[in-house]
């Protein structure tokens, strides 16, 4: 027992999911700093096996050739959501798993079964790990990864909101062709065979089309609370 502490909350999972550009990354990370959380950004982790793949010149256009490299490459992520970390076979690649290349390829990687059911495994682990719980987001977290989770939430908005917050984030870009990009990518997100993007039966969907971050974060935050008050 901590020295006349207050019992610490139960550890809590958080599954945040959704499509890019509803504001899901800078949420989850605020929501988890908020409440001394660890997060995970699952999407880096699929990033972050892409550039791998480009690197190392993977053929992909093969799944075959995909899936039979998928156990290779080391990501470590780390879970601080003041600094999120990710590592491949030790190298820093928080910058070089942002670029267009890597962005344009992401989905054709992530599709193969074999890349999913490998970094499935590591982000169980991380959640299993995580000490007083953890926020994780995604696109299948609360559907496949983690369906348990004790929270689960689709953060969606509309594409025009979408394509205006990534080009934005993505400097100088064109909203139009962000916009044709975003619901491309929805699509062979939401249509791949394994583990699509999806919204989980028991979810709380929250549509940020008309919220400003802060609104978000304090929805979010004060559903978990409630959740942990409710246990």
């Known amino acids: 027992m901590e020295n006349g502490a207050a019992p610490t909350a139960k550890p809590v999972i958080v599954a945040i999911d959704g499509p ?33 793949m480009v690197t190392n010149g993977i053929d992909l256009e093969d799944p075959t050739a995909i899936a039979a490299v998928a156990g290779k ?22 910058g070089p798993i942002r670029t267009q290349e890597v962005t344009s390829k992401v989905s054709a990687v992530s599709a193969v079964p074999e890349v999913r059911t490998r970094i499935t495994e590591l982000q169980r682990s991380l959640a299993a790990a ?55 990518r929805d699509a062979a997100d939401s249509s791949r065979k394994t583990s699509p993007l999806a919204k989980a039966d028991d979810a709380v969907e929250v549509d940020t089309t008309e919220l400003t971050l802060a609104q978000v974060i304090e929805c979010v935050v004060t559903l978990v609370e409630e959740k942990r008050a409710g246990k």
């Open 20 to 52: 890019s550009g509803t504001g899901k990354s800078s949420t989850s990370k605020a929501v988890a700093a908020q409440l001394g959380l660890s997060y995970l950004d699952t999407g880096a982790q699929y990033r972050a096996i892409t550039w791998w």
């Open 130 to 184: 995580a000490e007083h719980g953890i926020v994780v987001e995604g696109r299948d977290i609360g559907t496949t990864v983690l369906p348990d989770a004790d929270l689960k939430i689709f953060l969606t908005a509309s594409p025009e909101a979408r394509a205006a917050r990534r080009s934005g984030e993505l400097k100088g870009a064109d909203v139009h062709a962000t916009r044709e990009a975003l619901i491309k």
């Open 73 to 94: 490459p080391e990501i470590v992520s780390g879970t601080d959501p003041a600094a999120p970390t990710i590592t491949v076979d030790g190298v820093d690649v928080s």
